[in-house]
């Protein structure tokens, strides 16, 4: 409980710094407002979902500047025009080829995994150089020919639900300029709506759809127009609630020869304490034609341990299948100034203690 009270301070006091920002930046705020015309702005699985917004238009010398609508996974800088609105809906499909070992290397997935992920990220611009967007994911997973069956011989299962919804302030900080990058500040809590408690042993693992704890990610997102690159960069540091779950755990009993063997499965509450991690993301853009944009990115996830509170003994690997490295092409259409599509694939490079997947990604984006 008195974990729950920190955070919950925590998000109150980052909340309302969030919020103070754009009533307390008069200069910065009537600036943008004479530029508000020429701004337009960005926006469980394997695939973070989330990242492209209105379009990005970045401030340079040259009269031809390019417009895009941004990264699909990492994030952008620039926050979306003060009273305007963006719908983004994304598909991922991830199929997991390999499993990444505790030491790195590829091993067997010991059996056939694949999993949907849809979200919808609604984002609005509150003021002048704030936004804030929460994305709302729904996840099915699907497990076939599993070679380690479940209690009663289960070796198919699926399950689907939905995931943790996540709610991000985004304020701009620095205004790009020709030497100078657009720098922005990130909050988000995102919340246990994924299921994630009194898991089925006979679904295989298919019914968890997100970690138990409350997260809280604050950090930095920095673009920059490198003529003729867009490039974009992220560094979010997250943590993690202590929350309560049940194991079950199959006592030793006395089988009729007198023997020690393994009785029937007993759940057990047990107090889990996550551990924080960083993700740091990179992307670039490339502009074929007015219409056409070349994307690639890096992104990546790391562990540490818990900054706050008691020791981490729950890998956060497992709850949230972190990758430390992947990365994905793809390329963006921009069908006309508010409504684009964007399609590629996210590859696995290199892995411990998590599924090795291949993700195709669609994204659409409407500003309205």
């Not at 921009?334 to 993700?359: E, Q, Y």
């Amino acid at each position: 409980m008195r974990d729950v009270r920190i955070w919950l301070l925590y998000l109150v006091l980052c909340g309302s710094v969030c919020l103070a920002a754009g009533w307390l930046n008069p200069v910065f705020a009537a600036a943008d407002q004479e530029k508000a015309g020429s701004q337009p702005a960005a926006v469980k699985q394997d695939v973070q979902l989330g990242g492209r917004g209105e379009g990005y238009q970045p401030e340079c010398a040259t009269d031809e500047c390019p417009t895009t609508f941004g990264p699909i996974i990492a994030d952008t800088a620039i926050p979306i025009e003060k009273g305007k609105f963006s719908l983004q809906t994304t598909f991922a499909v991830s199929f997991t080829t390999n499993n990444f070992s505790p030491s790195w290397r590829r091993i067997s997935a010991e059996g056939d995994f694949k999993s949907l992920g849809m979200a919808m990220k609604l984002t609005y611009g509150l003021w002048n150089n704030l936004e804030v967007y929460a994305v709302i994911p729904y996840i099915h997973n699907w497990a076939n020919n599993v070679q380690e069956p479940g209690p009663r011989g289960e070796r198919a299962a699926d399950f689907g639900g939905m995931g943790n919804i996540n709610l991000t302030f985004k304020y701009r900080l620095v205004e790009e300029t020709q030497t100078v990058p657009t720098v922005s500040a990130i909050f988000t809590p995102s919340f246990p709506t994924g299921h994630f408690r009194r898991l089925n042993p006979g679904r295989l693992g298919m019914d968890q759809l997100g970690g138990g704890s409350y997260n809280f990610t604050t950090g930095l997102n920095v673009s920059k127009y490198l003529s003729p690159f867009i490039v974009y960069g992220n560094l979010w540091y997250t943590m993690g609630t202590a929350y309560t779950s049940t194991e079950d755990r199959s006592p030793l009993v006395r089988d009729e020869n007198g023997d020690l063997v393994e009785g029937d499965a007993v759940s057990t509450r047990v107090r889990k304490y996550p551990r924080d991690f960083v993700t740091v993301n990179l992307a670039a853009e490339y502009p074929m034609t007015k219409k056409w944009i070349a994307l690639l990115e890096l992104t990546s996830t790391w562990e540490a341990g818990r900054l706050i509170g008691h020791k981490a003994n729950v890998a956060a690997t497992p709850l949230l299948n972190l990758v430390p490295l992947s990365i994905f092409p793809g390329i963006e259409y921009m069908a006309t100034d508010k409504f684009s599509l964007a399609l590629g694939v996210k590859i696995d490079l290199v892995g411990k203690d998590a599924p090795a997947n291949i993700a195709p990604v669609l994204s659409m984006v409407y500003v309205f």
